[in-house]
């Protein structure tokens, strides 16, 4: 085959591949908006964590708490907050968690219950169970899990069974909402999830 002829054809090789690039990387489709990992503050971090233990974490719909009223067992138990992120309680009605720190919903029934109910509570309030991370596309097991702390991107794929053969492991996306809207982050393996979180294990085209 003449020298021209094989060029020609490995530019066309290389602008096909380019193609298949550019298909998946703008077109897959998928209207999400994508967000710079940071851009928004530490509800965009993807960074490790540092093993933040329930003081320090945010609660959010389907999370299910352990509420302790000290000498009173029927405001004890455990409670989950809705899909909203509302947790009824026993006396006050129903207190809006989202984005609380479990002392913060803590401080927060004492004092209602302190105006009409029991004087001067001792309240305890820790998380017994987060909400679940998701995990979809090419994975063996596409579906919701069990959050446990320090959950990575790969732990959350062998969680789902593994990766398909058609799989793309260099690059991922993670949908978290954030100020009420979602938006895509861009993930490696070692980036860190958060509850709630959804890992997109996109398909590879070459």
Not at 67 to 82: A, H, K, N, R, S
């Amino acid at each position: 085959m003449p020298s021209n002829l094989i060029f020609s054809a490995k530019l066309i090789r290389a602008a096909v591949v380019a193609t298949l690039l550019a298909a998946g990387a703008c077109s897959d489709g998928d209207s999400t908006p994508i967000v710079a990992e940071n851009s928004g503050g530490q509800a965009l971090s993807l960074a490790p964590s540092r093993g933040a233990n329930s003081s320090d974490y945010r609660l959010g719909p389907n999370d299910r708490t352990r509420i302790i009223v000290y000498g009173q067992p029927t405001l004890t138990g455990e409670f989950m907050l809705d899909g909203n992120g509302v947790l009824a309680y026993p006396l006050i009605g129903n207190v809006d968690a989202k984005g609380m720190t479990p002392s913060e919903l803590q401080t927060t029934i004492a004092q209602r219950l302190d105006k009409d109910w029991v004087h001067n509570p001792s309240v305890s309030v820790e998380v017994s169970t987060r909400r679940p991370f998701y995990v979809v596309g090419e994975v063996q097991k596409p579906g919701s899990y069990s959050y446990v702390t320090d959950m990575s991107v790969l732990n959350a794929i062998a969680t789902a069974g593994g990766q398909t053969y058609r799989a793309n492991m260099t690059m991922f996306y993670v949908k978290r909402k954030v100020d009420g809207r979602v938006v895509r982050i861009q993930a490696t393996q070692e980036s860190m999830l958060q509850p709630g979180d959804t890992v997109v294990v996109r398909e590879r085209y070459f």
